[in-house]
T-cell receptor, first 114, second 113 residues
Framework: AQTVTQSQPEMSVQEAETVTLSCTYDTSENNYYLFWYKQPPSRQMILVIRQEAYKQQNATENRFSVNFQKAAKSFSLKISDSQLGDTAMYFCAFMKPPGNQFYFGTGTSLTVIP | NAGVTQTPKFQVLKTGQSMTLQCAQDMNHEYMSWYRQDPGMGLRLIHYSVGAGITDQGEVPNGYNVSRSTTEDFPLRLLSAAPSQTSVYFC????????????FGPGTRLTVL
């Protein structure tokens, strides 16, 4: 089984500042996909950003970007201009095609402070 | 589109009781999955299906059964509930193609006394 590690159980950031959430994973696969999901207090899981392992360019989605280091098996999430609505639990996830087995990290609870 | 729906939203069971958590999607997705979320554990895959009539075990399948008789529905059965199955359960679906987004249902909070 693949393992996904999020070593920061809790983090906080001032509104409008930048924060980086860490994620590392362990796999022997060469082709795979990585995801960051957000889970606000409503409990709904929301896709934030995704990265294909064979693409060297880091994915970006508005204020969210990743730093994908394939050799180091690292996939960190950077949130710029943090907003109060970013307060949530963030999960890193790994998926190996062609199946549907997603492996999730234990999550990082992010609090944006006004 | 309703997306992924789950019923019930909350359930309390006594040890030894059985029940079925319902999951349905209206996006004609091939892939469907069940996860459980426990504090400090993230989401763990229970069972998944790659199409009607095809299911497979995930990381934590013991104590759960699934079936996929139609593309739309993927029920999760607890055969004899145990307190260790107290958790929040999420159903998810995804279309074909590895890059397709996985959509999650709103979750079911289950308590086993």
């Amino acid at each position: 089984a693949q393992t996904v590690t999020q070593s920061q159980p809790e983090m906080s950031v001032q509104e409008a500042e930048t924060v980086t959430l860490s994620c590392t994973y362990d796999t022997s696969e060469n082709n795979y996909y990585l995801f960051w999901y957000k889970q606000p207090p409503s409990r709904q899981m929301i896709l934030v950003i995704r990265q294909e392992a064979y693409k060297q360019q880091n994915a970006t989605e508005n204020r969210f970007s990743v730093n994908f280091q394939k050799a180091a098996k690292s996939f960190s999430l950077k949130i710029s201009d943090s907003q109060l609505g970013d307060t949530a639990m963030y999960f890193c996830a790994f998926m190996k095609p062609p199946g549907n087995q997603f492996y999730f990290g234990t999550g990082t609870s992010l609090t944006v402070i006004p | 589109n309703a997306g992924v729906t789950q019923t019930p939203k909350f359930q309390v069971l006594k040890t030894g009781q059985s029940m079925t958590l319902q999951c349905a999607q209206d996006m004609n997705h091939e892939y469907m999955s069940w996860y459980r979320q426990d504090p400090g554990m993230g989401l763990r895959l229970i069972h998944y299906s790659v199409g009607a009539g095809i299911t497979d075990q995930g990381e934590v399948p013991n104590g759960y059964n699934v079936s996929r008789s139609t593309t739309e529905d993927f029920p999760l059965r607890l055969l004899s509930a145990a307190p260790s199955q107290t958790s929040v359960y999420f159903c998810a679906s995804r279309g074909g193609g590895s890059y397709n987004e996985q959509f999650f249902g709103p979750g079911t909070r289950l308590t086993v006394l």
